[in-house]
């Protein structure tokens, strides 16, 4: 059964909070970063990318870099823009993308449910990302952004977030890509925890390497013969996530782009022709059902029809798998696609366009348009205990980070009050 912790947020006041909030870490680089921030000191990128404080050259796992999002965490918690919660509590958490609304709540999960699989994961983590994740919770001694969890709808917490929905908000607005955020402060926590107990597991939607490093960072920091789960665990030993059913998770495909193919483009697709249902010259750029992808070549569109599943496996039926097993792997050599410089991944927000641009100005020789993963087919992949080929989902609307800020600074042994080396 699912733990929910309340804790006391760190948060902006309601007057700055759109100066305040600022999107995930993970969706900008270094230079994006440096330019949304530019003249915004409040920005949270400040914390989120704190290499932007420092010279351009500096690289982003420098020890300067760790130490830079110590400082700026500090001054966030301690300025006078932001305050601390009198007393621990969850929140709900809305996002209005367009027609599209999805609502969580903005809680605490369990360390040690994450290490014993009540929070289940579907996505295979790179030490290396790990190693950056663990060492800014380490230095910073807080959990600066939250997870992406899902779980199976629950009547009774759907009531219960209802009804904190008739308050007052605590925030409400418009970020600048649209997407308008709206958060409220459950007046009391115990009903959202009671009822979360209920629910059997939780799964990693966004965010497997920011789990894994809030297990890593806890490992380091629990002292001996500490217990990860209980009534009074320290703060490290759970962190922050937003938790939605899964009836509102939206999930857009995430594209691929291969920049060489074994023939000419015209020659590829004969081959392809040869083995595959293609339809050539189709108008429609994206797939519209399950079991097709669209290429993209030498200007045009075609609707390529997968073969069947390989396997029995929930895994063996996603289209990125077959089109791993019968296309990228037999016809183009790609058998690992996390590390084979000749295939990149296009997120689903930046359309369709985006994969044409990339063909038609010769940065890549062949785009594929992908269907969607539904929701429950990665729940599917996550219970039977499978990880998904890399790039499967790609969730909209982004959380916004910098709204509630987990700080355990309290709450760290006296032996780890310096960031080590991971």
Same mark, same amino acid.
């Given at each position: 059964?699912?733990?929910?912790?309340?804790?006391?947020?760190?948060?902006?006041?309601?007057?700055?909070?759109?100066?305040? !909030?600022?999107? /995930? #870490?993970?969706?900008?680089?270094?230079?994006?970063?440096?330019?949304?921030?530019?003249?915004?000191?409040?920005?949270?990128?400040?914390?989120?990318?704190?290499?932007?404080?420092? /010279?351009?050259?500096? &690289?982003?796992?420098?020890?300067?870099? #760790?130490?830079?999002?110590?400082?700026?965490?500090?001054?966030?918690?301690?300025?006078?823009?932001?305050?601390?919660?009198?007393? /621990?509590?969850? #929140?709900?958490?809305?996002?209005?993308?367009?027609?599209?609304?999805?609502?969580?709540?903005?809680?605490?999960?369990?360390?040690?449910?994450?290490?014993?699989?009540?929070?289940?994961?579907?996505?295979?983590?790179?030490?290396?990302?790990?190693?950056?994740?663990?060492? +800014?919770?380490?230095?910073?001694?807080?959990?600066?952004?939250?997870?992406?969890?899902?779980?199976?709808?629950?009547?009774?917490?759907?009531?219960?977030?209802?009804?904190?929905?008739?308050?007052?908000?605590? #925030?409400?607005?418009?970020?600048?890509? &649209?997407?308008?955020?709206?958060? @409220?402060?459950?007046?009391?926590?115990?009903?959202?925890?009671?009822?979360?107990?209920?629910?059997?597991?939780?799964?990693?939607?966004?965010?497997?390497?920011?789990?894994?490093? !809030?297990?890593?960072?806890?490992?380091?920091?629990?002292?001996?013969?500490?217990?990860?789960?209980? !009534?009074?665990?320290?703060?490290?030993?759970?962190?922050?996530?937003?938790?939605?059913?899964?009836? +509102?998770?939206?999930?857009?495909?995430?594209?691929?782009?291969?920049?060489?193919?074994?023939?000419?483009?015209?020659?590829?697709?004969?081959?392809?022709?040869?083995?595959?249902?293609?339809?050539?010259?189709?108008?429609?750029?994206? /797939?519209?059902?399950?079991?097709?992808?669209?290429?993209?070549?030498?200007?045009? @569109?075609?609707?390529?029809?997968?073969?069947?599943?390989?396997?029995?496996?929930?895994?063996?039926?996603?289209?990125?798998?077959?089109?791993?097993?019968?296309?990228?792997?037999?016809?183009?050599?790609?058998?690992?696609?996390?590390?084979?410089?000749?295939?990149?991944?296009?997120?689903?927000?930046?359309?369709?366009?985006?994969?044409?641009?990339?063909?038609?100005?010769?940065?890549?020789?062949?785009?594929?348009?992908?269907?969607?993963? +539904?929701?429950?087919?990665?729940?599917?992949?996550?219970?039977?205990?499978?990880?998904?080929?890399?790039?499967?989902?790609?969730?909209?609307?982004?959380?916004?980070? &910098?709204?509630?800020?987990?700080?355990? !600074?309290?709450?760290?042994?006296?032996?780890?009050?310096?960031?080590?080396?991971?």
């Amino acid at each position: 059964m699912a733990t929910l912790h309340p804790f006391r947020a760190v948060r902006p006041l309601p007057q700055h909070v759109e100066e305040i !909030a600022s999107v /995930p #870490y993970d969706v900008v680089d270094s230079k994006e970063a440096r330019q949304r921030a530019a003249g915004t000191p409040r920005s949270f990128l400040h914390v989120a990318r704190p290499e932007i404080d420092l /010279p351009p050259d500096t &690289g982003v796992h420098d020890d300067a870099v #760790y130490e830079q999002g110590a400082v700026n965490l500090r001054q966030f918690v301690e300025a006078d823009d932001t305050l601390r919660e009198d007393a /621990p509590t969850v #929140y709900v958490y809305r996002l209005v993308m367009g027609e599209r609304e999805q609502t969580g709540i903005f809680g605490g999960v369990s360390v040690a449910e994450y290490d014993e699989g009540t929070i289940v994961k579907h996505e295979e983590t790179r030490p290396a990302k790990e190693d950056d994740r663990t060492r +800014h919770i380490l230095s910073q001694q807080a959990h600066a952004e939250p997870v992406m969890l899902t779980y199976r709808d629950e009547a009774s917490i759907h009531t219960l977030v209802s009804k904190i929905q008739e308050q007052t908000p605590l #925030y409400d607005f418009e970020a600048d890509d &649209g997407v308008r955020h709206t958060v @409220w402060k459950a007046p009391a926590p115990d009903p959202l925890v009671d009822a979360f107990r209920e629910v059997e597991h939780l799964y990693i939607a966004d965010g497997h390497h920011r789990c894994k490093a !809030a297990s890593r960072a806890a490992a380091v920091l629990r002292q001996d013969g500490e217990e990860g789960l209980g !009534a009074d665990v320290p703060g490290y030993e759970f962190f922050t996530a937003v938790l939605f059913p899964m009836s +509102h998770m939206h999930i857009m495909p995430y594209n691929r782009v291969v920049f060489d193919l074994p023939a000419s483009p015209p020659q590829f697709l004969e081959q392809v022709a040869d083995d595959f249902d293609l339809e050539r010259d189709v108008e429609e750029p994206e /797939p519209s059902e399950k079991g097709t992808v669209c290429l993209y070549l030498d200007g045009a @569109w075609h609707r390529l029809g997968l073969p069947p599943p390989d396997g029995d496996r929930a895994v063996d039926h996603l289209d990125v798998s077959r089109l791993s097993a019968h296309l990228l792997e037999p016809r183009l050599g790609i058998t690992d696609q996390r590390r084979d410089p000749s295939i990149d991944f296009v997120g689903g927000i930046r359309g369709t366009e985006e994969l044409e641009t990339c063909v038609d100005e010769g940065e890549a020789q062949l785009a594929i348009s992908m269907y969607p993963t +539904h929701i429950e087919e990665l729940v599917a992949v996550s219970d039977e205990g499978s990880l998904m080929p890399p790039k499967s989902t790609w969730f909209e609307p982004k959380l916004r980070s &910098g709204l509630l800020i987990h700080d355990f !600074a309290a709450d760290v042994p006296d032996k780890a009050s310096v960031t080590p080396a991971v």
